[in-house]
């Protein structure tokens, strides 16, 4: 048969119709047989009598009559649905259909009254029970003749008929396992409709400043469900909306479900979108608020209304009367905020399924259903007519903030939320800078009206330009004045932080004192030993050497290198050995357990080379011998002791709590960075209940809890060739013998490598292929990776957020040996693409010093001074000059203080004055000496002469008039500085340099400006007339750049 017919589905479904109606609960108590039945109207979206159809068939049955009797079932419909429905009428064979009434079909007769059909419906409904009173859908009205005389027929027979919608409706609000599974589907491709389409096309509109009606952003919303890109794998067929789109703002707010939306344009306030998505007949609902530029009481309202969804969610259990979970929802309300109780929508939601809205479960004060574990709402709740107090236009004043979620209720837990679509401030406010082009617009409205219009064009550019100077010097005093406030709060942080560390004095490492043998007992008795020869004990890891004619042990751990040298008929072996004053490597501590002792610092054996007569061996073996043994037992125990100090310091972690749920979060084909073993190997990244574990196909296994990240980074392939998760450790890790702070995954996901001997064309059909399939590879793995990050949201409840670093941030620089690309996040600033990665966590940076910032030279370096004085600062070296402004703007916006100079700094011994004495350096100022503003009057003097500079903009033409002139006009300003310096350097040399500065300064402003002026403007006039040839008084650039 062409159509199947779920017949599991159907036994399962009608049983439990049954169960319920026998309980007598009720309507059910009331009704002697049920009837439904549907005609034909396509108007008609939502109705009973087709969701009851859908629910039992999984298909519409249109003109079919269903009647449930006490002991029997008919259908009556057309021949083709008959024969579909004689899956279910053939019972036989078929446990499940135990205890459901058989089936009785009947085909209808297109051409009659169908008198003979109905009469036998009315004889089966007169057989059940007493056979007075009919269940019927009483809102379900089809037109037509057929349902029109099966009415009559009831009507005429004197049936009772009794609304049974709201039970039918509680009886299929709890959702099977598939329904549920279909259902998260439907809330999944609304999640992304939203996320990828209506939200992007919101930061678009705003972006670009368009004008969009709501009615057409609504069209557009519906249409991109035709894309599969937007649906998650999933048929566009069988997805269609629940409702219109409802997109409202501006002031014009109807916080419903029946409304549409208006051809009004759209406006930068509070915009409210709402939009469900059905799939394979099931709904979906989710509604957000996106906000522009909202003030700070609208965020605070916003984040209230959070807090009542939260509190909504815990109340939303199982076996709770809906009216209950309400009135907890009002009570806390008003509790907190009872001005907004008035504000609060009139239900909070209702249940959902085939039907989008359940008319009889709606979240309200009245309603006293019980909730059971696996049914579905659509929670929404909304703030209405609010007022924005800083409003200046009409379309501002009043807003309304609206929040939805598709929900399962659970047994115990709070609610699920099936549409995890991030719904914080950050997520969903889009904070746009300062208004300066709007003003500037406004001003030049005013000049239009004011001056003629020959003048308009002119007078405008002029405007403008004026404008554009004094907003930038706006920003720049802004930026200043922000970094001085820093630099007050950080002086005063960094004193309090010292303060309370002092007198905790780093406890240096003492040396390990390792002992050969505790008591005499232990000492071998080997023949070697009584012979006064060399010998190791492997054992003890101990050389037992003949001193004075006596034995004496020594443990590997004190001989620091061992030599042997040939000379002539003899062979020497000499032992170096662990001293005070020796210096003991980097990591080794210096302090003795006992210094005061005496120690040996070498000790030379020689012997013979020579056989003598009756000797069995040569005396020099024995040396040999001892050489190549103390260098084995040495290498064993360096290697064991750096294994121990890889674990020292380990902080033990929780064991990994294992989910054997298979739809665990999971990615797969990663490699691992650093490698577990010499060679990398791929394997499997799975989200658990507290953490990720990776499998490798070896079967390593690295565990990484959620509790042990500090940041996670998810690095996009946009512009690389490798697609990245970065995470940043609290602790270290130990794998591969090796302890770790920063793990990573990832798959490349093109060539790294070019085969430059191969003869490429750019219309070669195979280089054009694999490029498109490289494009749709880096699209999947983005998918699938943001996919990936998404559910681990979901599953660790946003505890863990992924950062992406902003590519458009970024800069180039060398932290290690080699120049990548640093990219900031939303807190941190990253490289993770190259290997040492490279992690900064801005929150724990005290302040960023720029080195070597000077006019002629392209590169300056980057120092980043961590709060924490005991660590080592952080050097990022060849920074592009260019990036010096954008990458100022960065930190000021993240609030970290920034200086700059014109020498490298020696930060090992700065560091080690200031934690050596904290109070002697803020006394003396902190780290203002580092701020060249802090020089005096001078600097200031300075800063403001270059303000000027920066708003005089002359315009093209001027400056290309005057490019050979500047030649002339410096070289005259430094003959006139340096004449300006001597007289002041023979006359005053008492004086300080600033105060040189100072003078040399005014004298430039007295004289040096009125000759450049006039001498600018004959040179001109020489240069309209005349152009000077090479012989002329203007130097060449060979000249001047010697």
């Not at 490429?760 to 490029?771: F, G, K, N, W």
């Amino acid at each position: 048969m062409a159509v199947n017919l779920d017949k599991e589905a159907y036994y399962r479904r009608i049983k439990r119709l049954y169960g319920n109606w026998k309980k007598g609960e009720d309507e059910f108590g009331k009704v002697d047989a049920i009837v439904v039945s549907v005609g034909v109207d396509e108007e008609i979206v939502y109705a009973k009598s087709t969701a009851i159809q859908t629910w039992l068939f999984g298909y519409e049955l249109t003109d079919t009559i269903m009647v449930f009797c006490d002991t029997k079932i008919i259908f009556l419909a057309s021949k083709k649905k008959v024969d579909f429905l004689k899956q279910v009428a053939v019972t036989k064979g078929n446990e499940n259909a135990n205890g459901v009434p058989p089936i009785t079909l009947l085909t209808r007769e297109k051409n009659e009254s169908n008198k003979a059909n109905f009469d036998k419906m009315i004889e089966a409904i007169r057989g059940s029970k007493e056979g007075k009173v009919v269940g019927v859908f009483s809102k379900d009205k089809f037109p037509g003749e057929y349902m029109k005389s099966w009415n009559d027929t009831i009507t005429a027979e004197g049936l009772e008929k009794v609304d049974i919608s709201a039970v039918v409706a509680y009886t299929m609000a709890v959702k099977e396992d598939g329904e549920l599974g279909l259902m998260k589907k439907a809330a999944a491709i609304t999640s992304e409709v939203y996320s990828k389409f209506f939200k992007e096309r919101v930061m678009e509109i705003v972006d670009a400043d368009e004008k969009v009606r709501h009615s057409k952003l609504a069209e557009s919303v519906e249409k991109a469900i035709e894309e599969k890109k937007y649906l998650g794998g999933a048929d566009p067929s069988t997805v269609e909306m629940c409702y219109p789109p409802i997109i409202q703002s501006g002031g014009n707010y109807s916080l419903k479900f029946s409304v549409v939306s208006d051809k009004n344009h759209m406006h930068f306030g509070a915009i409210t979108c709402a939009m469900g998505i059905r799939y394979k007949s099931y709904c979906s609902n989710l509604v957000r608020t996106l906000m522009v530029d909202p003030p700070q009481e609208m965020q605070d309202n916003y984040n209230f209304l959070l807090q009542v969804e939260e509190e909504l969610l815990k109340e939303l259990k199982h076996g709770v009367k809906i009216c209950d979970a309400y009135n907890a929802v009002l009570e806390y309300m008003k509790k907190e905020k009872s001005e907004l109780v008035a504000k609060l929508t009139k239900n909070l939601g209702f249940a959902m399924g085939i039907e989008f809205r359940e008319g009889s479960l709606v979240l309200n004060s009245k309603n006293q259903y019980k909730l059971k574990k696996g049914m579905v709402l659509s929670i929404s709740l909304g703030f209405a007519d609010l007022v924005n107090k800083e409003a200046k236009k009409d379309e501002q004043k009043k807003y309304a903030l609206f929040i939805g979620d598709t929900i399962q209720i659970n047994e115990e837990d709070a609610a699920t939320i099936l549409t995890p679509v991030k719904k914080k401030i950050k997520n969903v406010g889009i904070f746009l800078k300062n208004d300066d082009e709007e003003d500037e617009e406004e001003d030049g409205d005013d000049a239009e009206e004011l001056l003629g219009k020959g003048a308009r064009s002119a007078a405008l550019l002029a405007d403008r330009t004026r404008l554009l100077g004094k907003n930038e010097m706006t920003a720049e005093e802004k930026r200043r004045a922000h970094q001085k406030e820093l630099a007050n709060h950080l002086n005063e942080e960094a004193k309090r932080r010292l303060t309370e560390q002092k007198g905790e004095q780093q406890i240096q490492k003492a040396r390990k004192s390792n002992v050969s043998y505790k008591n005499v007992s232990q000492m071998p008795r080997e023949k070697d030993i009584r012979e006064m020869k060399i010998f190791i004990d492997k054992k003890y890891e101990t050389v037992v050497m003949p001193v004075f004619g006596i034995a004496t042990p020594f443990h590997i751990a004190t001989i620091k290198n061992i030599s042997m040298s040939v000379e002539g008929d003899y062979t020497y072996l000499r032992i170096n050995f662990f001293v005070p004053g020796s210096s003991l490597g980097r990591q080794e501590g210096n302090i003795f357990p006992n210094p005061d002792a005496t120690f040996v610092k070498e000790i030379t054996y020689r012997a013979s080379n020579l056989k003598a007569p009756g000797d069995t061996s040569v005396p020099s073996t024995n040396l040999q011998n001892a050489f190549r043994i103390i260098k084995e037992v040495q290498k064993r125990y360096k290697t064991r002791e750096a294994e121990e100090k890889e674990k020292e310091g380990i902080v033990k972690q929780d064991s990994l709590v294992i989910n054997l749920n298979r739809s665990n979060p999971k990615l797969k084909d990663l490699y691992i960075r650093p490698n577990i073993a010499q060679k990398r190997m791929q394997g499997s990244l799975e989200a658990h209940t507290n953490g990720f574990r990776f499998t490798s196909v070896r079967g390593d296994k690295v565990d990484i809890l959620y509790n042990n990240i500090k940041h996670a980074i998810f690095q996009p392939c946009d512009g690389e060739m490798i697609i990245v998760l970065h995470f940043h450790l609290k602790n270290a890790i130990m794998f591969g013998k090796r302890r770790h702070t920063d793990v990573q995954f990832y798959t490349e996901v093109g060539e790294i490598t070019t085969d430059l001997g191969k003869h490429q064309h750019m219309h070669d059909r195979d280089d054009l292929y694999a490029e498109q399939m490289e494009r749709e590879m880096r699209h999947k793995l983005k998918s699938a990776f943001k996919n990936f990050i998404e559910k681990v949201e979901t599953l660790t409840k946003e505890q863990l957020e992924f950062e992406v670093p902003f590519r458009d941030l970024g800069f180039q620089g060398a932290p290690y040996r080699s120049t990548c690309l640093l990219q900031p996040t939303s807190g941190s600033l990253v490289n993770t693409t190259e290997w040492p990665p490279f992690v900064v966590t801005l929150d724990e940076v005290e302040l960023v010093h720029f080195e070597r910032v000077q006019f002629h030279l392209k590169n300056f370096d980057v120092v980043i001074v961590y709060k924490d004085y005991s660590k080592k600062v952080t050097m990022i070296n060849a920074v592009p000059v260019n990036s010096l402004d954008p990458i100022k703007e960065w930190l000021n916006s993240c609030d970290i203080k920034y200086t700059e100079g014109v020498q490298s700094l020696n930060w090992t011994k700065i560091m080690k004055t200031i934690v050596d004495d904290p109070e002697g350096f803020f006394e003396q100022g902190g780290w203002s000496f580092l701020d060249p503003e802090s020089e005096g009057s001078g600097a200031e003097e300075d800063s403001e002469s270059e303000m000027e500079d920066e708003t005089f903009n002359p315009s093209a033409s001027e400056e290309e008039e005057e490019e050979e002139d500047s030649d002339e006009d410096y070289s005259s300003e430094t003959e006139d500085s340096n004449y300006s310096a001597s007289v002041g350097s023979e006359e005053e040399s008492g004086k300080d340099w600033d105060e040189l500065e100072e003078e040399a300064r005014r004298a430039d402003k007295e004289s040096h400006y009125e000759d450049e002026d006039t001498s600018a403007i004959n040179n001109s006039s020489k240069k309209r007339k005349v152009r000077p040839s090479a012989s002329s008084s203007v130097p060449s650039k060979k000249k001047r750049r010697s």
